[in-house]
């Protein structure tokens, strides 16, 4: 009889066999009832499109479903493809199947190939449904698009009411009234409700509140004020300073109104008992001091309308209060129009068309207070730039904005409210969002330069471990305020998108096929690859060069290795981190090597005549870098010129002259020519000094002076004692030559000067002439030319 633990690990080794057996039947199961589940769905959906009756909650719903339909799909079908690439390899290495006449194939092959044709077919079975569900969700989507864009364009141009017409102030005023007076008698019933000990409780407990609050919030915004806040001590601040104060004001300003509001909010909803309207009209009440207390806090930090010192922007005084005040005044309007707008919910058209028609009034009054100070757009009073600068631009701008402000009254009393309000509104975001942008700009612009300037500490730090030069810090700086700056601006094209109306999940839907693959001719493009590429292949960058710097100056300087092979050991981690990075980023995007091997191949003979030039000498610097004919530090002779070599680079090297000239030399030409390298093995020179005498001096005297002063000098090594050779006779002088040696080659030309010193002070302490250059002309027919002379002398007497 077989024991229970036998049965239980019977029964789950056939668990594991079954579930490796049928997990791929599962899945497949499981796909096609996910596509039947996404057809009725899509059905579903095209019905609830032909119903004119349905509502915009009801759109947003089936927008959601069918965003997460496709999504969805998009998953499985990405899957799918992982999948089938290692069922094709596989088929393809069982090579093609053999034809009629060959001999069969093993039973096992045949069944392997059946398996793998009949999984690929699935699987290509379900790629093609799925993309069908996925054009039919795109089609979907488009039609609900279209559909919503018209229901909005219908509401907002549709006309109503006028609200100057009588019978919408005879309806609307009654019932504005009646609010009011249910609103006295709420409170009145409320007071007589409550006792005087009630009363006094909930005082005591309000007034703790805010003193707790306040004991918290008080001395942190006085030392947030005190460490980054704006002092009297700093007279001209810098820009980063004008940031930094501008946002300790904001917090500050936003902290101790927010902590106050907050608390009092608090002790209400838990001392109250307040019904559902109660309730959410309280919350719009903390919502429209939440925004006064935000807007305000910004326009001080920002205006700075009592601190001229200390503003960011470029207005004098009284135009900085004169905005601060319009734009706190806009804060208040929104604030009442939200509280409003709850109160007053459910009460008649005729009263939303008025509460409407009066905020809109208030908001064209105060915007034309911003058109209508000509003093603010004057470039050359707020920019101190000249009057033609871009003057045409401000003035089409302000015309502009000037025919939206005017359009709000003008359409509500033509009857277009709705259109009336969302320009209101949207003119006034809008103007937000362009401050909003501006301020965000200039602090990512500041912080970058902040990151690499030399003079901070962190600048510095980063120029020393990326081993950055001027000029590659400036255009490092380019390229980040150029990414920065396109991501803030693309950011905000998004949210003008939303305040205008796009809706959010349309918005979502098109960022995700953006960022994660979209098709143009065929072939997907992923924005979120690409991105990831960049940054991998930068990163791998970043960590080669943090390597090449970390054996520059910690690993290499403590071995014995040769400088000019320190310099090829970075040269060689540069090479291959770069070729490493490159690799990744290909493999990344997702491109294949061998496809592109066979571009390479096919455009190899066109680029060889183009580039042959370019490869030539990369080939050629790795030679140098190899066979090391020459190093960095070298002194080299090529052809006519000389110098020491300074960099070794991919394609010339760098070589400074003795006039501190930089000369770069092709490597090919390093490799093919003649190289005179002075220093190659060791930097041992030799320095020879030609020396004439006149004829007549003693020889032997001229020997043992030279070798005198060569041994007196103490760069002369003694080890390769120094010689004197006699050259032989030449037509004025004796002709000797010294050879000695010294250590360093780079001293040569300085010991040769020294011995010259020497060697003349010796000759004249001995006597010994060194002769100018001497001819002897004989003249031929001496006689005759004697005679001819005579002859002439005696004709002149």
Same mark, same amino acid.
């Given at each position: 009889?077989?024991?229970?633990?036998?049965?239980?690990?019977?029964?789950?080794?056939?668990?594991?066999?079954?579930?490796?057996?049928?997990?791929?039947?599962?899945?497949?199961?499981?796909?096609?009832?996910?596509?039947?589940?996404?057809?009725?769905?899509?059905?579903?959906?095209?019905?609830?499109?032909?119903?004119?009756?349905?509502?915009?909650?009801?759109?947003?719903?089936?927008?959601?479903?069918?965003?997460?339909?496709?999504?969805?799909?998009?998953?499985?079908?990405?899957?799918?493809?992982?999948?089938?690439?290692?069922?094709?390899?596989?088929?393809?290495?069982?090579?093609?199947?053999?034809?009629?006449?060959?001999?069969?194939?093993?039973?096992?092959?045949?069944?392997?190939?059946?398996?793998?044709?009949?999984?690929?077919?699935?699987?290509?079975?379900?790629?093609?449904?799925?993309?069908?569900?996925?054009?039919?969700?795109?089609?979907?989507?488009?039609?609900?698009?279209?559909?919503?864009?018209?229901?909005?364009?219908?509401?907002?141009?549709?006309?109503?009411?006028?609200?100057?017409?009588?019978?919408?102030?005879?309806?609307?005023?009654?019932? +504005?009234?009646?609010?009011?007076?249910?609103?006295?008698?709420?409170?009145?019933?409320?007071?007589?409700?409550?006792?005087?000990?009630?009363?006094?409780?909930?005082?005591?407990?309000?007034?703790?509140?805010?003193?707790?609050?306040?004991?918290?919030?008080?001395?942190?915004?006085?030392?947030?004020?005190?460490?980054?806040?704006?002092?009297?001590? &700093?007279?001209?601040?810098?820009?980063?300073?004008? +940031?930094?104060?501008?946002?300790?004001?904001?917090?500050?300003?936003?902290?101790?109104?927010?902590?106050?509001?907050?608390?009092?909010?608090?002790?209400?909803?838990?001392?109250?008992?307040?019904?559902?309207?109660?309730?959410?009209?309280?919350?719009?009440?903390?919502?429209?001091?939440?925004?006064?207390?935000?807007?305000?806090?910004?326009?001080?930090?920002?205006?700075?309308?009592?601190?001229?010192?200390?503003?960011?922007?470029?207005?004098?005084?009284?135009?900085?209060?004169?905005?601060?005040?319009?734009?706190?005044?806009?804060?208040?309007?929104?604030?009442?129009?939200?509280?409003?707008?709850?109160?007053?919910?459910?009460?008649?058209?005729?009263?939303?068309?008025?509460?409407?028609?009066?905020?809109?009034?208030?908001?064209?009054?105060?915007?034309?207070?911003?058109?209508?100070?000509?003093?603010?757009?004057?470039?050359?009073?707020?920019?101190?730039?000249?009057?033609?600068?871009?003057?045409?631009?401000?003035?089409?701008?302000?015309? +502009?904005?000037?025919?939206?402000?005017?359009?709000?009254?003008?359409?509500?009393?033509?009857?277009?409210?709705?259109?009336?309000?969302?320009?209101?509104?949207?003119?006034?975001?809008?103007?937000?969002?362009?401050?909003?942008?501006?301020?965000?700009?200039?602090?990512?612009?500041?912080?970058?330069?902040?990151?690499?300037?030399?003079?901070?500490?962190?600048?510095?730090?980063?120029?020393?471990?990326?081993?950055?030069?001027?000029?590659?810090?400036?255009?490092?700086?380019?390229?980040?305020?150029?990414?920065?700056?396109?991501?803030?601006? &693309?950011?905000?094209?998004?949210?003008?998108?939303?305040?205008?109306?796009?809706?959010?999940?349309?918005?979502?839907?098109?960022?995700?096929?953006?960022?994660?693959?979209?098709?143009?001719?065929?072939?997907?493009?992923?924005?979120?690859?690409?991105?990831?590429?960049?940054?991998?292949?930068?990163?791998?960058?970043?960590?080669?060069?943090?390597?090449?710097?970390?054996?520059?100056?910690?690993?290499?300087?403590?071995?014995?290795?040769?400088?000019?092979?320190?310099?090829?050991?970075?040269?060689?981690?540069?090479?291959?981190?770069?070729?490493?990075?490159?690799? +990744?980023?290909?493999?990344?995007?997702?491109?294949?090597?061998?496809?592109?091997?066979?571009?390479?191949?096919?455009?190899?003979?066109?680029?060889?005549?183009?580039?042959?030039?370019?490869?030539?000498?990369?080939?050629?610097?790795?030679?140098?870098?190899?066979?090391?004919?020459?190093?960095?530090?070298?002194?080299?002779?090529?052809?006519?010129?000389?110098?020491?070599?300074?960099?070794?680079?991919?394609?010339?090297?760098?070589?400074?002259?003795?006039?501190?000239?930089?000369?770069?030399?092709?490597?090919?030409?390093?490799?093919?020519?003649?190289?005179?390298?002075?220093?190659?093995?060791?930097?041992?020179?030799?320095?020879?000094?030609?020396?004439?005498?006149?004829?007549?001096?003693?020889?032997?005297?001229?020997?043992?002076?030279?070798?005198?002063?060569?041994?007196?000098?103490?760069?002369?090594?003694?080890?390769?004692?120094?010689?004197?050779?006699?050259?032989?006779?030449?037509?004025?002088?004796?002709?000797?030559?010294?050879?000695?040696?010294?250590?360093?080659?780079?001293?040569?030309?300085?010991?040769?000067?020294?011995?010259?010193?020497?060697?003349?002070?010796?000759?004249?302490?001995?006597?010994?002439?060194?002769?100018?250059?001497?001819?002897?002309?004989?003249?031929?027919?001496?006689?005759?030319?004697?005679?001819?002379?005579?002859?002439?002398?005696?004709?002149?007497?």
């Amino acid at each position: 009889m077989k024991s229970p633990l036998f049965r239980v690990c019977v029964f789950v080794f056939l668990s594991v066999c079954s579930s490796l057996l049928y997990a791929e039947p599962v899945q497949t199961t499981a796909v096609a009832e996910s596509l039947r589940q996404w057809n009725a769905e899509l059905e579903e959906a095209g019905q609830s499109f032909a119903n004119t009756d349905i509502d915009d909650e009801e759109l947003k719903r089936i927008r959601t479903r069918l965003n997460g339909l496709r999504v969805d799909a998009i998953a499985i079908s990405d899957n799918l493809a992982a999948k089938t690439a290692p069922l094709q390899a596989e088929l393809t290495a069982l090579g093609p199947p053999p034809a009629k006449d060959a001999p069969k194939e093993p039973k096992s092959l045949a069944v392997k190939r059946k398996s793998l044709n009949d999984q690929l077919t699935d699987m290509d079975g379900q790629a093609r449904e799925l993309g069908l569900v996925i054009s039919r969700a795109d089609a979907a989507l488009d039609q609900l698009s279209g559909l919503r864009i018209r229901r909005f364009t219908q509401k907002i141009f549709s006309r109503g009411f006028s609200p100057l017409a009588p019978e919408v102030w005879q309806k609307g005023l009654p019932e +504005l009234q009646e609010k009011f007076t249910a609103l006295t008698k709420q409170v009145a019933a409320w007071r007589d409700h409550e006792t005087g000990q009630a009363l006094n409780s909930k005082l005591i407990h309000l007034i703790t509140t805010l003193v707790a609050a306040l004991v918290v919030a008080w001395p942190l915004s006085r030392w947030f004020s005190r460490q980054f806040g704006r002092t009297s001590a &700093v007279q001209i601040p810098t820009y980063v300073e004008l +940031l930094r104060a501008a946002l300790t004001v904001g917090f500050i300003r936003l902290l101790l109104p927010m902590t106050v509001t907050m608390s009092v909010y608090l002790v209400f909803e838990h001392d109250m008992h307040w019904t559902d309207a109660e309730h959410g009209l309280a919350l719009c009440v903390l919502k429209a001091l939440f925004m006064i207390i935000l807007v305000s806090a910004a326009s001080r930090a920002i205006l700075a309308p009592f601190n001229g010192r200390w503003r960011l922007m470029p207005l004098n005084d009284n135009d900085a209060h004169y905005v601060h005040k319009v734009i706190v005044g806009l804060a208040w309007v929104f604030a009442f129009d939200l509280v409003l707008d709850n109160w007053l919910s459910g009460t008649s058209l005729e009263l939303t068309l008025l509460r409407k028609f009066l905020v809109g009034l208030l908001i064209t009054g105060l915007l034309l207070a911003l058109l209508m100070h000509r003093q603010l757009w004057r470039m050359d009073i707020q920019h101190r730039r000249k009057q033609s600068d871009k003057a045409g631009v401000w003035r089409a701008i302000r015309a +502009l904005m000037g025919m939206l402000v005017l359009m709000i009254p003008v359409s509500a009393i033509g009857g277009y409210v709705a259109l009336s309000r969302l320009l209101g509104t949207q003119i006034v975001l809008t103007g937000s969002l362009y401050i909003l942008v501006g301020v965000v700009v200039a602090l990512c612009n500041e912080l970058i330069e902040e990151a690499f300037n030399k003079e901070s500490e962190l600048g510095s730090k980063i120029r020393q471990n990326l081993d950055l030069t001027d000029e590659g810090s400036e255009l490092l700086i380019f390229w980040f305020k150029a990414a920065v700056n396109t991501a803030i601006y &693309v950011a905000a094209v998004l949210a003008l998108l939303v305040i205008w109306g796009a809706g959010g999940e349309d918005i979502s839907v098109w960022l995700y096929s953006v960022l994660f693959g979209f098709s143009v001719a065929g072939v997907t493009i992923s924005l979120s690859t690409l991105f990831f590429a960049v940054a991998l292949f930068s990163a791998v960058l970043l960590i080669t060069r943090l390597c090449q710097r970390f054996l520059q100056q910690v690993i290499l300087p403590r071995t014995r290795i040769d400088l000019g092979i320190q310099h090829s050991i970075r040269a060689s981690v540069g090479y291959i981190g770069f070729i490493f990075a490159a690799g +990744l980023a290909i493999s990344t995007l997702g491109i294949d090597l061998s496809k592109l091997a066979i571009i390479a191949g096919a455009l190899s003979v066109g680029i060889g005549f183009g580039l042959q030039n370019v490869v030539n000498n990369f080939v050629s610097g790795l030679i140098l870098l190899i066979e090391r004919p020459l190093k960095v530090g070298d002194w080299v002779v090529v052809n006519d010129m000389q110098g020491y070599v300074k960099n070794i680079n991919v394609r010339a090297t760098e070589i400074q002259t003795f006039d501190r000239a930089s000369v770069f030399i092709p490597n090919s030409t390093l490799i093919s020519n003649p190289l005179l390298n002075w220093t190659h093995a060791d930097k041992t020179g030799r320095v020879v000094l030609p020396v004439g005498v006149s004829y007549g001096c003693d020889t032997r005297k001229v020997e043992k002076i030279l070798l005198e002063v060569a041994d007196a000098h103490p760069s002369v090594l003694t080890v390769l004692a120094p010689s004197v050779l006699f050259k032989g006779f030449g037509d004025s002088c004796l002709n000797f030559e010294l050879r000695a040696f010294v250590q360093d080659v780079d001293k040569v030309m300085k010991v040769s000067s020294d011995l010259c010193f020497e060697i003349d002070a010796a000759f004249k302490r001995e006597n010994i002439e060194i002769p100018y250059p001497q001819q002897d002309v004989h003249w031929r027919d001496m006689a005759r030319i004697e005679a001819l002379v005579a002859k002439i002398l005696h004709d002149k007497k």
